[in-house]
Nanobody
Framework: VQLQASGGGFVQPGGSLRLSCAAS????????IGWFRQAPGKEREGVSC????????HNEDSVKGRFTISRDKAKNTVDLQMTSLKPEDTAVYYC????????????????WGQGTQVTVSS
């Protein structure tokens, strides 16, 4: 299983960014993709996750109403649309999955993509 994250960048407060995570090596749609983030000096935290089979989602309180997670089953991709970004959203963002072994949202984190930096600053 491999995950490829993309889409980070620099944005001013109130702006938007879209992250994408492409999954490969999974043969069914019975898996979950989660987005996590880690800010400097802080522990990694969950942000949002989606169950690929039925599109069920979960968002942490810190991003509810601002971040939207979606999936494209045909392309095996999961996007995280981030709006109304705040400086405290600055972090390295990672996508993760447990593959088909565990269908839990958020995933425990067996497989990880490389991080993508999101910086929100004026």
């Amino acid at each position: 299983v491999q995950l490829q994250a993309s889409g980070g960048g620099f944005v001013q407060p109130g702006g938007s960014l879209r992250l994408s995570c492409a999954a490969s090596g999974i043969s069914s749609d019975r898996y979950v993709i989660g987005w996590f983030r880690q800010a400097p000096g802080k522990e990694r935290e969950g942000v949002s996750c989606i169950r690929i089979s039925d599109g069920a989602t979960h968002n942490e309180d810190s991003v509810k109403g601002r971040f939207t997670i979606s999936r494209d089953k045909a392309k095996n991709t999961v996007d995280l649309q981030m709006t109304s970004l705040k400086p405290e959203d600055t972090a390295v963002y990672y996508c993760a999955t447990d593959g088909e072994a565990i269908n839990h949202c958020p995933p425990l984190g067996i497989y990880w993509g490389q991080g993508t930096q999101v910086t929100v600053s004026s």
